[in-house]
């Protein structure tokens, strides 16, 4: 399964965030800023998943209406 493009932002950024976090001389603020910052890339990916997901359940139920996973969670 290939890495989607939120994924791929969420890997490029968590590095940044957490150098940012790192340094010495930053104040605490913008650390926590780069945290937030992070975190909502991440929700951002969570969600996006969470749609694939329904929408692939959505089309096996529309392909296979009689499985009984499908009788159970109408679409």
């Not at 969420?10 to 940044?16: G, K, L, S």
């Not at 790192?22 to 926590?32: A, R």
């Not at 929408?55 to 996973?69: G, K, L, T, V, W």
């Amino acid at each position: 399964m290939s890495s989607s493009s939120s994924e791929k932002q969420v890997m490029a950024i968590f590095p940044q965030t957490h150098s940012v976090s790192n340094l010495q001389d930053i104040e605490n603020t913008k650390s926590l800023i780069a945290w937030q910052i992070f975190e909502g890339f991440m929700g951002s990916a969570v969600n996006q998943h969470k749609e694939q997901i329904t929408s692939m359940f959505n089309d096996y139920c529309r392909q296979n209406p009689h499985a009984i996973e499908c009788s159970i969670y109408p679409s």
